[in-house]
């Protein structure tokens, strides 16, 4: 049984691309993006270990700069919560 892999739509436009590499939200975009094609590609290859270790450094990067966006802007970090679809995270 060959499982196809999904399509993949990214969540960055190609002006957003060009505008503001630099920017928080523009790299939680960029790592948004990158764990969700890690995420499709671990559901194809469970035991890819390393891959495993990637998206955990990654998924604790993203978490770093969201709360750093939080402190920083909070009304920024809600439109981005909501734009990604990704839910808010837990305060410590």
Known sequence: MVKKKKPFISIISDEEKEENKGSVVFQILSL????RKLS???????????????????????????????????????ELINRLDIRESKTR
């Open 40 to 78: 499709s590609h671990l559901e194809l290859h469970r035991k890819d270990y390393l891959s495993q270790r990637g998206l955990r450094k990654i998924l604790g990067k993203r978490q770093r700069m969201l709360s750093y966006l939080s402190k920083k802007n909070g009304i920024r970090y809600k």
């Open 32 to 35: 948004t993006n990158r764990i």
